[in-house]
């Protein structure tokens, strides 16, 4: 049976090497369903301690990550708990057994997450900050009139980054 989870506020950017997806977690069915679908045991029980705002985005980032590794793979997301996503002794993500650089970040209800062809990849996001000049010295007089909303500029700093 072939499950595709599609939560209202997931966002997926791709090019040739770099898969970037951004999820919304704000909504209040999105841990159970994420806890009982998409986790594995041993993401579980990597979190049963944690205070309940960690675990949130604990599962966002995983559900973002392993969403962004399905359509960079070019595979049915299927199953979710086919892929399990720790950490190195140094806290960096990995996805079990896979060949591929990640990274998963989150800020106030969004979780990003990343994914490379072998390669090493980071990514930051941070909700609220304002576009800079530096920004603007490579955007185009009509995008930055489209940048003035913040999901624009949200979708484009996933653009900038890919």
Do not use: W
């Not at 939560?7 to 997806?21: F, W």
């Not at 919304?24 to 705002?53: C, G, M, P, R």
């Not at 990514?123 to 185009?140: K, N």
């Amino acid at each position: 049976m072939t499950h595709l989870f599609h939560y209202p506020a997931e966002i997926t950017v791709m090019s040739k090497n770099i898969t970037l997806t951004v999820t919304n977690y704000n909504d209040q069915s999105f841990s159970s369903k994420v806890k009982n679908d998409i986790l594995t045991v041993q993401e579980k029980e990597y979190i049963k301690n944690a205070v309940s705002s960690r675990c949130r985005e604990f599962e966002a980032g995983r559900y973002s990550l392993k969403t962004a590794y399905f359509k960079h793979k070019k595979e049915e997301r299927s199953n979710f708990r086919e892929i399990s996503v720790l950490k190195t002794e140094y806290g960096q993500p990995f996805i079990v057994g896979k060949s591929c650089g990640v990274s998963i970040t989150h800020d106030a209800g969004l979780a990003a997450a990343a994914v490379s062809n072998n390669s090493s990849i980071g990514i930051d996001i941070h909700c609220g900050v304002q576009f800079s000049d530096e920004y603007r010295m490579f955007i185009h007089g009509e995008e930055q009139k489209m940048l003035q909303s913040t999901e624009n500029q949200l979708f484009f700093l996933m653009l900038y980054g890919v």
